[in-house]
C-alpha cells in the first residue's frame, strides 16, 4: 500500500464531500493500474476510482462518460473528479455483474436487455469524439498472437506460414471496416454489465476504450464472451435477434446470412487478439488469472472458423503447428454438454 497515496485519497475525498465522517474499503483488482474502492458514508455509497497519472490516463474515462451520459448510456454519473491527482468519484452501481446471473432461464432475458442498450448506443452519432478502429489497429490487435502467444510456445512460423497469418489478418481486418461503422464499447460483456438494483436498464462499465468500428463487434464480446460459453445454435438465434433490431440501413444490400458472417469474421480477430492478450497479461504483467481462460478462446477460434473455406490454410497452421504445443502448455477447454 501506497501510505502518501492513501492520505492523498482521503484529503481528496473529505473536500469531495465535504465531511471526514467516510469508509474507504478497496475492492480486488482487474487487468489495469486502476483500483477501485467503496467510499460509504451515512446511507449513502459511491465508487471511487484512483487511477495514479503516471500509470493511467482517466481523461478518456471522463470525456467518454460524460458523452454517454448526455446521451442516456447507462454510465456511472461522475459527483467528483481530479484529473490531475488521478482520482474520481463515481455513483455506486453496486456488487451485481451480469455474469453472476447468467443461467439457461435467464439469459435470453439479459442478453435482449443488452441488445436493446447496444442499439441505443450505436444509434448515437460518434464520428467526431472516438477514435476509429482503423485497419493499423485492427492488424496490431491480432499480431499479439505472433507477438506474444506463438514466442510463448517456442513456435517461430517459416516465410510460408508468415504469409498465410498476414493474409488472413488482412481479410479479416477488411471485412470488419466493411461493415456499418458505429460507437464501440469494445468490452461490452458480463462482467462489464451489472444489474443495479430496482433499474431495467444494464450498468455499463469499462468503456474508455471505445472507438468507431464495426456493428457486429459488441455483439460478439457478449454473446461469445471469452468467459462463458453459450450453444452455438443459441448464438445464432442471438445473431438473428439483433439483426432484427438493427436500423434499416444497416441492414440494406446485407442478408443475415451476409452478416452472420461478418460477425463471425469479427468473432475471429476478436479470439485471435484475446489469445495474444491474456499470454501478454501473464508473460509482461504477471497476471495468470487470465491463463484458464486461454482453451475456451481457442476451442472458439476453432468452432467458428469451420465454416469459411477462405481460413482454412490459417486454421491448418493453427490445428498442425500451435495446437499440440498449445494442449501442453495450457489445457484444452471441456465443452459444456
Not at 454519473?77 to 468519484?89: P, T, V
Not at 433499474?199 to 468500428?213: M, S
Request: glycine share 4%.
Amino acid at each position: 500500500m501506497n501510505t502518501q497515496r492513501e492520505q492523498l485519497i482521503q484529503s481528496w475525498i473529505a473536500s469531495a464531500l465535504n465531511t471526514e465522517n467516510f469508509q474507504v474499503h478497496f475492492l480486488a483488482g482487474d487487468a489495469s493500474f486502476r483500483r477501485y474502492a467503496r467510499v460509504i458514508i451515512q446511507n449513502n455509497t459511491y465508487m471511487l476510482m484512483d487511477a495514479p497519472p503516471e500509470k493511467e490516463d482517466c481523461g478518456p474515462f471522463v470525456t467518454i462518460d460524460e458523452f454517454f451520459d448526455q446521451y442516456g448510456v447507462r454510465v456511472p454519473h461522475i459527483i467528483a473528479k481530479d484529473l490531475e491527482q488521478g482520482f474520481l468519484l463515481l455513483e455506486d452501481f453496486g456488487d451485481v455483474l451480469l455474469s453472476t446471473l447468467l443461467n439457461n432461464i435467464t439469459v435470453d432475458h439479459y442478453y435482449l436487455q443488452s441488445f436493446k442498450q447496444l442499439i441505443q448506443l450505436q444509434s448515437i452519432q460518434g464520428q467526431d469524439h472516438f477514435p476509429t478502429y482503423s485497419y493499423e489497429k485492427l492488424m496490431t490487435e491480432m499480431k499479439l498472437l505472433t507477438d506474444w502467444m506463438l514466442p510463448s510456445l517456442n513456435i517461430d512460423p517459416t516465410p510460408e506460414q508468415q504469409k498465410i497469418i498476414d493474409q488472413t489478418f488482412d481479410l479479416l481486418a477488411n471485412t470488419a471496416l466493411a461493415q456499418p461503422q458505429v460507437i464501440v464499447h469494445r468490452d461490452f460483456h458480463s462482467r462489464n454489465l451489472m444489474k443495479i438494483e430496482g433499474e431495467e436498464q444494464l450498468g455499463v462499465i469499462d468503456f474508455q476504450d471505445a472507438v468507431i468500428g464495426a456493428d457486429t463487434y459488441d455483439l460478439i464480446s457478449i454473446t461469445r464472451d471469452a468467459y462463458v460459453q453459450w450453444n452455438a445454435d443459441r448464438v445464432y438465434r442471438w445473431f438473428q435477434l439483433f439483426y432484427d433490431l438493427l436500423p434499416e440501413e444497416s441492414k440494406a444490400s446485407r442478408s443475415f446470412e451476409q452478416f452472420k458472417k461478418e460477425a463471425d469474421f469479427m468473432a475471429i480477430q476478436r479470439h485471435i487478439k484475446i489469445l495474444g492478450i491474456f499470454v501478454r497479461l501473464f508473460e509482461r504483467d504477471g497476471k495468470s488469472g487470465y491463463l484458464k481462460d486461454l482453451p475456451r478462446v481457442m476451442w472458439y477460434l476453432l468452432e467458428e472458423s469451420k465454416a469459411y473455406p477462405e481460413l482454412e490454410p490459417f486454421m491448418q497452421f493453427i490445428h498442425q503447428t500451435v495446437m499440440p504445443k498449445f494442449v501442453e502448455k495450457y489445457g484444452v477447454y471441456e465443452v459444456a454438454a
